[in-house]
């Protein structure tokens, strides 16, 4: 795949990023909690309607959520189609620690939180970001070189 097949597919990970991020911040409110329950439900397994309903903390948390994580693929998307399309690679790197922190952080919080579940999202949201990364942290001519060897 080209460098720009892997610019592309970055900033369409980015953009789910920026919609679970609106999808949380939606369900700050009840009447749009609906699609983020039934998140909540499939990761808490097996899928029983459960939770029904946020509280109030949950709803605070839902915004504060959906902004962090809105902001973060916004973020992504603008590094993606600014910096790493004109070929720095250093930007994938830094992309890279990020998206290893918040992996390691979010996933051990699952965990302990007892929504193991969210390992499988957070396992998704590595791979579809891990990818492109891995390949455009290397400098242009060695990602490049091997990428048009192997094709």
């Keep these: 795949m080209s460098r720009k097949g892997y610019v592309t597919w970055l900033k369409v990970a980015s953009i789910l990023a920026?919609?679970?991020?609106?999808?949380?911040?939606?369900?700050?409110?009840?009447?749009?909690s609906g699609i983020w329950l039934f998140l909540f439900d499939i990761l808490r397994w097996p899928v029983d309607g459960l939770p029904e309903s946020f509280d109030a903390n949950s709803y605070a948390l839902n915004?504060?959520?959906?902004?962090?994580?809105?902001?973060?693929?916004?973020?992504?998307?603008?590094?993606?189609?600014?910096?790493?399309?004109?070929?720095?690679?250093?930007?994938?790197?830094?992309?890279?620690?990020?998206?290893?922190?918040?992996?390691v952080v979010d996933s051990i919080g699952s965990v302990v939180a007892g929504i193991p579940g969210n390992l499988i999202l957070n396992l998704s949201f590595l791979v579809i970001f891990g990818i492109p990364l891995l390949v455009l942290r290397k400098p242009e001519t060695e990602s490049l070189t091997a990428n048009t060897v192997n094709s």
Excluded: K
């Excluded at 693929?73 to 910096?83: M, Q, T």
């Design 63 to 103: 915004a504060v959520l959906g902004g962090v994580m809105a902001g973060w693929g916004i973020l992504l998307y603008l590094l993606a189609n600014g910096p790493i399309a004109e070929g720095d690679h250093r930007m994938a790197n830094y992309m890279l620690i990020s998206l290893d922190v918040w992996f």
């Design 18 to 32: 920026i919609g679970f991020g609106l999808a949380s911040s939606l369900a700050s409110f009840e009447g749009g």
